[in-house]
T-cell receptor, first 114, second 109 residues
């Protein structure tokens, strides 16, 4: 089944404790992206990657890191989480080619930073 | 820069009512336009899309027409069902993806 998976789905942590949220897609998509969803603000893009070893900042990159060492994986790293990073996070992938730029979303990771 | 503006919710309708959710966009070029839907506890999924002016996207009884002259992509459905209760996001794709803030729809029996 074609899908985007994220782990963990729920995470409660404390300020300053490094964490990683994994994202994997099995559709051989070039493009991957991370978003955070907050009430009243919709989805805001954190980072995106057009291909392996190519990453770019989105609208709200501060406090986050990403890497794209393999085409299928795009982990989101919070080196020193803070309470304002409490949010619902979504990973997405897209073929981003001349035929389709539809994004396919993972199920989300709800993060709480105490 | 590019942006998407959609009507704020929440929207509450009775079953079989007509639905319109307004969406306007700002873009420098010729973006693709999308409506995504998010059901409770789930990720976003594509509802419909249009890739050029005057295209109409449709799916599950929902429709939206790409209007370049008014820079709009309003979502409509003639008769909503309880199962349509969800959050709806308008989005565009140009150099990057941009999303609106989402409109929550509740349909009551």
């Amino acid at each position: 089944e074609a899908q985007v998976t994220q782990n963990p789905r729920y995470l409660i942590t404390v300020t300053g404790k490094k964490l990683t949220v994994t994202c994997s897609q099995n559709m051989n998509h070039e493009y991957m992206s991370w978003y955070r969803q907050d009430p009243g603000l919709g989805l805001r893009q954190i980072y995106y990657s057009m291909n392996v070893e190519v990453t770019d900042k989105g609208d709200v990159p501060e406090g986050y890191k990403v890497s794209r060492k393999e085409k299928r994986n795009f982990p989101l790293i919070l080196e020193s989480p803070s309470p304002n990073q409490t949010s619902l996070y979504f990973c997405a992938s897209s073929p981003r080619d001349s035929y389709s730029d539809t994004q396919y979303f993972g199920p989300g990771t709800r993060l709480t930073v105490l | 820069g590019d942006s998407v503006t959609q009507m704020e919710g929440p929207v509450t309708l009775s079953e079989e009512a007509f639905l319109t959710i307004n969406c306007t966009y700002t873009a420098t070029g010729y973006p693709s336009l999308f409506w995504y839907v998010q059901y409770p506890g789930e990720g976003l999924q594509l509802l419909l899309k249009a890739t050029k002016a005057d295209d109409k996207g449709s799916n599950k009884g929902f429709e939206a027409t790409y209007r370049k002259e008014t820079t709009s992509f309003h979502l409509e459905k003639g008769s909503v069902q309880v199962s349509d209760s969800a959050v709806y996001f308008c989005a565009l794709s140009e150099n990057q993806f941009y999303f609106g803030t989402g409109t929550s729809l509740t349909v009551i029996p």
